[in-house]
Every structure is written in C-alpha cells, then in structure tokens.
C-alpha cells in the first residue's frame, strides 16, 4: 500500500485545512486508516481514525475541531481541520492498517504550519 498525503501548509491561528491521502489500491477493506502527527522534538502521535466500518477515535487535543473521513470508492481519505492552534503545527502523516495482524504502512506526511 502506498500513500499519497497531501494539503498541507501555511495558515492563521483559527483557521482551517483539508488533509488528503491517496492510496495506491482500495482501502474498502482496509480495518484502520489514520492520521498522526510529528512536531520538531517530539514523538508522532495519534491524530485521529476510522475504522472499515466508520467508527472514529479522536485524540483529546483534537476533539471538536477535526474530522477524519474516508471514500472507499476514490480510495481517500480526509481530515478536516478547523480552529487550528499554534500547537497543531507538525507533519502530519497518513497511516493504513489493513488488518489487525498486519503493519502499518505510512505515507510521506504533509507539513502543516499554524501562525498565530
């Protein structure tokens, strides 16, 4: 599986971005797609999911504001990012797991830099 992100950029404290990822082959059956984020000096950490079926996980930090997303018919998925803060500035990667036994394949990731 390979993953295309992108939609990154530069924005204002408040604002919003869409992040897109792409992938190489149908994610229909795929069990978890996700986003994580790295920020300089930090670990990546979990953005948010969606699951084959839709179920989503939020992190606390992100809750209210994002919203992950995924089309299984154009192998996308989305994650809409509003009232953006100075603290949500990483490079933000896209993840597929296609099974609960399988590994996580991971996307180039896609900077996103909040001003303020």
Not at 46 to 62: E, K, W
């Amino acid at each position: 599986v390979q993953l295309q992100a992108s939609g990154g950029g530069l924005v204002q404290t408040g604002g919003s971005l869409r992040l897109s990822c792409r992938a190489s082959g149908s994610i229909a059956n795929t069990h978890v797609m996700g986003w994580y984020r790295q920020a300089p000096g930090n670990q990546r950490e979990l953005v948010a999911t969606i699951t084959r079926d839709g179920r989503t996980n939020y992190a606390d930090s992100v809750k209210g504001r994002f919203t992950i997303s995924r089309d299984n018919a154009n192998n996308m998925v989305y994650l809409q990012m509003n009232i953006l803060k100075a603290d949500d500035t990483a490079v933000y990667y896209c993840n597929a797991k296609p099974s609960p036994w399988s590994i996580s394949y991971w996307g180039q990731g896609t900077q996103v830099t909040v001003s303020s």
